[in-house]
């Protein structure tokens, strides 16, 4: 055995595996972007206003919105490994089939196939983590796998341009798609629950056992004890408030430098990774945060929360991006919105993990993913509706303006208790 096979092998196991769930949110992410880096040359392909864009986009945002929830029961009922095994082939062949398109309304069809695919991703990764993370090393166990939909974000740029411009617009389709065919393999190969998993050693099954103490008491385990509890509402309702930053980074941040600073292909991919390298860092603040407040004997799950209102309140940067005098300038302002939105993500993400029964968590993600894509959706409408008339600055304005009012809520209705 190498050198580095031992140093692997001598990571605990639940670390491997998240770094699994890290890679396929990593690929998960990578070809839900692949759309908004080919989007450009895809407007002028097929003629696209973008108001035909924003449906496009639309298309995935329903399908997924819808999806979360029964993407989460699905989890939930066939198991972590299974479920997303089967979502990710899906995702996989999805992606590829956008290749196919003729014209806009194709590929909204295979965009809304996608959506409902991809669906499963944070759900999963929450999942896995109630069900191998003790309370403590939650935070950082959401964060690592959640720094993989930045680091998606930020491959797209380089290897879509890439594949445009050696190849063609359907090949950066086609080699995203592949990849994440071989990472569901891979993942039905590697993937067992505790109880299950025959590498889990005898000192770590200790340790998770030992941590059940730490945890929240009084968690809901069906889906109408989670309709019920003020915990869910305390988590779903930021959420809907909060994404649509992310959906607006993730969908416009190309156009918005195309139409506002005329970039061409080759800038954005020298410029639009950028603020996903930032969310990687605001991923990893969400993780080491809770961890820092709690040695210093701040509760669990206020923990959570201020982390989320630190993020809620670095959304002013991207605010002020109308005052923006170069590119530069206002890729530095996406930086900060990417760090600031991921830092509050990774804190309402972890809550799942925290609030509810290792049984319906990944409902209770699903179903809370359902509410923040509702609110992702609406605002893209929004920004389909008023982006050529009135411009971006007003919508980036507004997205900080919800997320303070996010981190409201969230200190209004979610409360815990402990065990006894």
Known sequence: MTGQARGWRAIPLRWRLIALVTLGTILNYLARSTLSVAAPQLKTEFGMTTEDYSWVVLAFQASYTVMQTVAGSVLDLLGTRLGFFLFAVGWALANMAHALATGWPSLAAFRALLGASEAAAIPAGAKAVSEWFPPRERPLATSVFQMGTSVGNMVAPPLVAFCILAFDWQAAFVVTGGLSLAWALLWYWGYRSPADHPALGEAERATLAAAQTEDVGDKPATRADLLRSRSFWGIAIPRFLAEPAWQTFNFFIPLYLVSVWHLDLKSIALWAWMPFLAADFGSLAAGLLPGWLMRRGVPLVASRKITMTVGAACMIGPACIGLAATPGMAILLFCVGGFAHQMLSGALITLCA?????????????????????GG???????????????????????AALDLAAAAVLWSLLRAARRG
Do not use: E, K
């Open 377 to 399: 959706m609406l605002f893209t409408l929004l920004i389909g509706q008023s982006a050529d008339a009135f411009g971006y600055d007003p919508l980036f304005a507004a997205l």
């Open 354 to 374: 925290d609030m509810f029964d290792s049984r319906t968590v990944g409902t209770a993600s699903g179903m809370a993913g359902t509410s923040a894509w509702v």
